[in-house]
């Protein structure tokens, strides 16, 4: 069983900047890919950003030139780091490690909530 704490949510007026971590409590290296999602108020949870074992990055549309996601195997951490934030960035955001074979373990989450 692998765990999942995110941290480094918070309040940020548009404009800012936040940094989100992901910790595993296994080796990130084994994971084919990390993810992370978020889930506003009434809305279905969306992807996010996802980065490889290899390093490849996929972003939504929404975040591009905005969001960078990114991963420490040595410390067993991925990252997204979040600029140029929007109130429409609001939500829950979740993290998620991808395993072989469409399983997976997903974080608690930790809520963004960017003021106009």
């Known amino acids: 069983q692998v765990q999942l704490v995110e941290s480094g949510g918070g309040l940020v007026q548009a404009g800012g900047s936040l940094r989100l971590s992901c910790a595993a409590s296994?080796?990130?290296?084994?994971?084919?890919?990390m993810g992370w999602y978020r889930q506003a108020p009434g809305k279905q949870r969306e992807l996010v950003a996802t980065?490889?074992?290899?390093?490849?990055?996929n972003y939504a549309d929404s975040v591009k030139g905005r969001f960078t996601i990114s991963r420490d195997n040595a410390k067993n951490t991925a990252y997204l780091q979040m600029n140029s934030l929007k109130p429409e960035d609001t939500a829950v955001y979740y993290c998620?490690?991808?395993?072989?074979?469409?399983?997976?373990?997903w974080g608690q989450g930790t809520p963004v909530t960017v003021s106009s």
């Open positions: 296994g080796s990130m290296a084994s994971f084919a890919a």
């Open positions: 998620r490690a991808h395993l072989l074979g469409g399983m997976g373990f």
């Open positions: 980065i490889t074992s290899g390093g490849s990055t």
